[in-house]
């Protein structure tokens, strides 16, 4: 069971290698439409949030409550893009995800007890279990933000 379950693991964990990372494109940040809720983290690791005003070749400015703020491009590690959020898609992977582990955990212990016709009952039992710790596990995941700008590295 041990092996089954390191299996199925490694095969959630692989396709994560081959996701793509933000890019580093400046040029990206023409996706931002003004007004779209941002946050701008500089090269000291200091977050400013606010709401996308521009940007140019020298830099980005923001409107931090009522102030523009202007951070110049040199300074500026990344930029998320605040109004995107993730939390429903991790509770529907993760209710998906540990609806699968359920139904695998229930097979197997159908299997392994001796009794004809209990597999069903397992996978019924724990199909079910599984699916609600999965959509609490993955609602319970940071909501996300999607970079749209990371600074190459220096």
Known sequence: ???VLGEMLLCLWVPGLFAQSAGDSWNNLSQIQPGRRIQVVDRKLKAVEGRFVSFDDQGIVLRSGQDP???????VFSVKDRETSRRG???L????????????AGAV???????SGET?????????????A???VGAALPA??????RAPAR
Do not use: D
């Open 1 to 3: 069971m041990n092996r």
């Open 69 to 75: 703020v202007s951070i110049p491009r040199a300074e």
């Open 89 to 91: 898609r991790h509770a």
């Open 93 to 104: 992977l993760g209710l998906a995800i540990g609806a699968g582990v359920g139904a695998v």
């Open 109 to 115: 212990a159908g299997k392994s007890y001796h009794e």
């Open 120 to 132: 069903p009952v397992f996978m019924a039992v724990f199909t079910p279990i599984g699916a609600g």
């Open 134 to 136: 999965g959509a609490a």
């Open 144 to 149: 996300g933000q999607k970079t749209i700008y």
